[in-house]
């Protein structure tokens, strides 16, 4: 593939957010898909998976350093500077064509980072997996759609027929995925706050509802981002993108939000991005605030 033919690589540069601080991360991830693309030298026989093949789906992950490109090929084995060809088998079932090119779909991508990244990256890009089956990819659609009534009951079938084929049929690791595969929703709107409904249950606080209206008379107030109804308690994960998108207006009106939220008889609990990033750093906080939570705490779940 030619970059200089790739709409979007021209749109980064014609418009120069490649140089903008908050945009570079989703530049050098669009520049590691393009590198997966248009590698000249793949074999027959060849697969893209792993991190490759999560970029080529573009599957939300943090901190991942750009590395050769991750191909399978149950032929033969092979390392260089740019590629890394493990032997290993992989049924059809498990397999796309994306751009021409073989690639684990998208299910198989996310039980595979699993095991080549952990849990957290896996149960992240589980659950973008699930929510793009579930309710398409253009959030801003999602957003004026809502969200079915009955969405929750539908996702264990959903769940089982994503995961439960491919899941079956990988080398290692099955009882973790299903594991995962027990907690995943469709209701974590990104990266953020999957690590925070991960976390929560880690800290074994599993009677959570994601994606809360709070009502102020007959208006929607706001939205909660995951609230424990019992105890008023309501969580936010921030990040700092929508300010840089929203500016201050967006600031004053969740000020006055949260105001509301207090008068109201609720406890609010603001994450920022890096205090989600480790479990003990988000307990600490949460339990700093919330005390009373930890009386919350059932049976913790192992990753």
Known sequence: MNFAQNDEWI???????YLERSQRPKYLEHLDRLRVLSYPSYRQGDVVWGVSAARLHKLGMFGIDTGPISVINARAGSRSREIVRLQRRITAEDVEMLDQIAVTNRARTAL???GALGPVTGFAAMEQVLRASMLGSDEDAIFRRGYPPDLLSLVPEKVSELFDSARARMAM?????MTLCRLISPLSEGYAESRTSLNLHLLGLHDFIQQFDVRDGRRILTRLDFLFEEAKVALYVDG????VDAGFERMNKESHQHNRLLS??????RFKFNEILDVATFSRKLFAQVPELKKSCQKKTVV
């Not at 749109?11 to 957010?17: A, S, V």
């Not at 690791?173 to 995925?177: E, L, V, Y």
């Not at 109201?264 to 609990?269: D, L, P, R």
């Open 173 to 177: 690791g099955q009882k973790r995925a």
């Open 264 to 269: 109201m008889g609720y406890v609010v609990v």
């Open 240 to 243: 700092t993108q929508k300010y």
């Open 11 to 17: 749109r980064y540069h014609e418009e120069g957010t």
């Open 112 to 114: 595979d980072l699993i």
